[in-house]
């Protein structure tokens, strides 16, 4: 097996998940770093071992001339390194949101794809090992044909005091959360056809909205309901666990609160623990995310070497921003948005 080398830029409060994740993945080694902050580039280069470091991502990518570069920097940054990286034939995986615009999104992918470099957005939710038993049980036809699904993630959880930027941006939840359910929506169900949507503030105390609610038409009959709040107190704090519910024409699938898995069949009911591995470096309850995150570099490592488009390739990620420009659209004009519209 060829080691990958790879690079990662951007060392904030994400991108250390990742680095765990990479050191996992076997074959693969991370083996420079970038960041703006020299104190923080310090402090993420000691605690992984990896000495080349890097204040401009060009100068790496061009001393270093890694197999891969991670991007984990926040969203305006990540058109200008996508590009870089395809200008200098680097595959590259960019974390989401992939753009802040879907017009910068399908820029990225057309230099990708003119320079046939690889190209991965970090869409992990649907990497999560309970998301993925869903996605079995329905590909195994155990409740016939779906015509009925929700992906909920509903919380009170404070995110704002490890990521306080959150609570700056005049988007906050479809852009920040739902895209997650949105895209694990479209992993189950298919593609959307157009949205409905609402969305509001609840919390005072942010410039973006708190609560999302969006109906999707997935087209032949199938429909969605995604929906999303950071200002849901619950008895018990469900954080950060997404809970699905899918209706088929011989039964169900229920994913409940506790990592519970049920199918309901003609022929009675399964339940499944299917709580995620508590990974050695991984702590609850990040825990499900965590293995996510190894679950999909892994997955990158084995497109690469296959020569093999990643299934939430730049390509593939543009339906899911469409899905989110459209829920934004739909909550300001009250009617129903094609999801296809937007993407021509």
Known sequence: MKELRGALIGCGFFAVNQLHGWKDVPGVAIVSLCDRNPERLKLVGEQFGITARYNDAREMLAAERPDFVDIATTVESHRALVELAASLRIPVICQKPFARTLGDAK?????????????????????????????????????????????????????????????????????DLGIHALDVARFLLGDAQDVSARIARVNPKIKGEDVATALLNHGNDVASVVDCSYATLLETEPFPETLIEIDGSEGTIRLNRGYELVVTSRKGTRREDVSPALLPWASRPWHNIQESVLLIQ???????????????????????????????????????????????
């Open 107 to 175: 820029a990225m992918v057309e230099a990708c794809g003119q320079a046939q470099v690889p190209l991965m957005v970090h869409e992990n939710f649907r990497w999560q090992s309970p998301i993925l038993k869903v996605k079995r049980a329905i590909d195994e036809g155990l409740i016939g044909k779906p015509f009925w699904g929700r992906v909920s993630f509903r919380s009170a959880y404070d995110v704002f005091s490890g990521q306080p930027y959150l609570a700056e941006g005049e988007r906050f939840i479809v852009e």
């Open 298 to 344: 892994r997955h990158w490592a084995d497109c690469l070497r296959a020569g093999r488009e990643p299934d939430t390739s730049g390509r593939d990620n543009l339906q899911t921003l469409a899905l989110v420009e459209a829920v934004y659209a739909s909550a300001r004009t009250g009617g129903t948005v094609s999801v296809p519209g937007l993407l021509r």
